[in-house]
């Protein structure tokens, strides 16, 4: 069990770092990234979502794409969820500033809002609480390149609120990502951005076993191809929003007299924020404590902001997202909320800071 949570590094080798010099100066990325890029004239920024760098070691055996690629391990975001991790990449800032702080976030009267269906509890919310009003900082700094996404993902209120502005390339199977992607290079599109959500979904319905290793090798061999195609003086660089645990059925209620200060929950199931009742902080912090610290690392808000678990600064609208007390997940366990459903129960989840979901992968290939 890991003793200490893995935090991110917002001033180093951080998925909110791997855009910018990317998308400005490829000539001069940083030293941790696996290769040198000078001479390049396009790059392609691939976010494979749920490709942890743990779980992608642990299976070498059934790789041959992201195996004979240069990679190296670099960190996510807190939390480790795509909300949070996708806006960090495309915005190039940490959680505390873009102010995406989770999956589901608390809004004005304790209406929480679901931020992949951008809806609350009445219905769509994109006109009750616009995306743009959620998150204010332009993706790509305003250049708007090209986003090869999947096309029941271009006009979603999540879209709006960190793709905002940019040029959508819809796509609607994975065979026609890579095509989209080779388009837009043939085009000569200098930067093209492109998401594909494949490792992720199978994970969350039928854990890290053999369906997921079988997606792996399915998304190997698809980006084998992409890397094999990319013209001269191209760049491929593909990265990862968080990894992956199995909890399986081990999902745990908060007990009753940590309920019993408790008004309202947000966040996710590895990262479930506690929001107090007024005056009730200091129970609510004492009784998660004696009740849930065997398996969580139970943290008040004041704590992740000291140490800087979403990055240097907190603004204050993601300041009065979070909520009192946090049940961050050390162990392979999930915290129920029984106003966070979906259409199946999850087996793979993510979201708290263990080293398998916090350690992402950062590959590269030439042209």
């Not at 790789?63 to 969820?81: E, K, M, N, Q």
């Not at 609480?129 to 271009?154: C, L, M, N, Y």
């Not at 992607?181 to 979904?201: S, T």
């Not at 200060?261 to 107090?276: D, K, P, Y």
Request: charged share 20%; with cysteine; hydrophobic share 40%.
């Amino acid at each position: 069990m890991t003793e200490r949570p893995t935090l991110p590094d917002y001033d180093g080798a951080c998925t909110a770092n791997v855009m910018r010099p990317l998308l400005e100066d490829p000539d001069n990325v940083p030293d941790w990234f696996p290769i040198s890029f000078r001479g390049v004239d396009q790059v392609v920024l691939l976010v494979l979502d749920g490709l942890g760098w743990h779980q992608m070691q642990e299976r070498q055996h059934l790789l041959r794409g992201f195996r004979d690629l240069p990679s190296t391990r670099i960190r996510t975001v807190a939390p480790t969820t795509t909300a949070t991790a996708l806006t960090s990449i495309t915005t190039g800032l940490p959680p505390g500033e873009h102010g995406v702080i989770g999956y589901r976030m608390n809004t004005e009267g304790d209406d929480v809002l679901n931020v992949l269906r951008w809806c609350t509890s009445k219905g769509d919310a994109r006109e009750t609480i616009p995306p743009e009003s959620v998150q204010h900082d332009v993706a790509f700094g305003g250049q708007r390149p090209p986003i090869v996404v999947r096309a029941e993902f271009k006009d979603s209120g999540f879209t709006r609120a960190h793709l905002g502005g940019c040029r959508m390339v819809p796509y609607r199977m994975p065979s026609t990502l890579n095509a989209e992607i080779l388009n837009q290079l043939q085009r000569g599109e200098p930067f093209v951005y492109a998401y594909y959500d494949g490792i992720d979904k199978v994970a969350h319905e039928y854990g890290l076993g053999s369906f997921y290793d079988a997606e792996l090798v399915f998304v190997d061999r698809m980006v084998e191809y992409l890397a094999e195609a990319l013209p001269p003086r191209a760049a491929l660089v593909i990265t990862a929003d968080h990894g992956q645990v199995d909890v399986g059925r081990n999902v745990l209620s908060p007990h009753p007299e940590v309920l019993s200060h408790v008004r309202t929950q947000s966040g996710e199931a590895r990262f479930r924020w506690l929001h107090a009742y007024p005056g009730s902080e200091a129970a609510l912090f004492a009784a998660a404590e004696h009740h849930h610290s065997d398996v969580a690392w139970v943290v008040t808000r004041d704590q992740v902001v000291d140490e800087g678990w979403f990055g240097p600064k907190v603004l204050p609208a993601p300041l009065a997202r979070m909520g009192d007390v946090a049940l961050v997940a050390r162990a392979d366990v999930a915290f129920e909320d029984v106003s966070d459903t979906g259409p199946f129960v999850l087996i793979g989840r993510h979201g708290s800071m263990t080293a398998a979901e916090v350690d992402v992968p950062l590959i590269a290939a030439m042209g």
